[in-house]
Structure formats: C-alpha cells, structure tokens
C-alpha cells in the first residue's frame, strides 16, 4: 500500500498548540498521533526528552504533520494551503477563524497568514472555473475584481463574471 503524500509543517516549538488549533477549525478533523523527542541526538535537535516532535493530524480527511523543528526556518508564502468555500457564509467562517492572531497586513486576494505564520487561500470554489472561462473579458473582469479585495465576496465576483 503506497501511503498519501503528506505536507510536513514546520514550526518552532507550537507544532501541537498549531495541530489543535486547525483541528478545533475544520470538520472532518482530528489529531491521529503524536510522537516525542528522546532523550538522544539532543546534540543535533537541541530539544529536551519528552517535548513534543511530530503531531499526525486530518484536516477533511487530509493528513498533514506538525513538527518541532526549532527556530530554524519559518513559513513564506510560497508555500499555502486552499480552502474552498461553497458559501460566502462559509468563507467568512475559515477567513475569521484561521485570521485570529494572524498577519492583518498579509491579507489580500483571499490569502492570510494565520498567528504561526502559515498562509491560506481561502477561495470559493467557483472561482476557479471563472478564471479558466474561455472569454478572456470575463477572466479579466473577475481578475480586477479580486485583486484590490483582501477577503473575498463571492457575490461581487459573480457580477464581475455576469457582466456584458
């Protein structure tokens, strides 16, 4: 059995407090495993035997891990995580929840920088059928609508879309 290639987020030392904070946000959600540090390789790791190393955790039935790496590296948006929304309702839900604590100034085009660091695309799910649209007046209407937004409003963007 091939196992699914899982994303490895790396955090300081919040790996478990991150995990149980997109747990409490997401359905179909749950930590699955948490291992610990030994009391060996502290020379290379430099963590104390028993704090947390990895957390296993589902998010809509996706898993990811949590590791505590150390200050080392630090989340940029070139790496994000997408959520399609169906609703602007829903939207609005994951947009305040994954926003608290976050970066208000890393906010645009429907991304945000969550309090660890790590950004979101919390997109609604019909907006990527509208920038593939063959009408390339629609693609461009849609785009200038959405550019100069910081959270999305799927309702404007279906009047962009809908526009002669």
Request: some cysteine.
């Amino acid at each position: 059995m091939k196992l699914p290639i899982t994303p490895c987020l790396w955090f300081n030392r919040e790996a478990e407090a991150a995990a149980r904070h997109y747990v409490s946000i997401f359905d179909q959600a749950r930590i699955t495993g948490i291992s610990h540090y030994p009391d060996t390789g502290q020379e290379t790791h430099g963590m104390p035997a028993g704090t947390v190393l990895t957390v296993e955790f589902e998010l809509r039935g996706r898993p990811f891990t949590a590791l505590n790496g150390g200050p080392l590296f630090k989340f940029n948006e070139a790496a994000s995580l997408q959520v399609f929304c169906e609703t602007q309702e829903e939207l609005d839900y994951y947009w305040q929840r994954l926003g608290e604590g976050g970066d208000p100034a890393a906010q645009q085009c429907g991304w945000l920088k969550d309090r660890y660091g790590l950004s979101w695309q919390i997109t609604p799910s019909m907006l990527p059928p509208m920038m593939k649209d063959p009408d390339p007046a629609r693609v461009k209407r849609v785009m200038a609508a959405f550019m100069p937004m910081k959270k999305l409003d799927i309702e404007a963007l279906k009047r962009a879309y809908a526009q002669h």
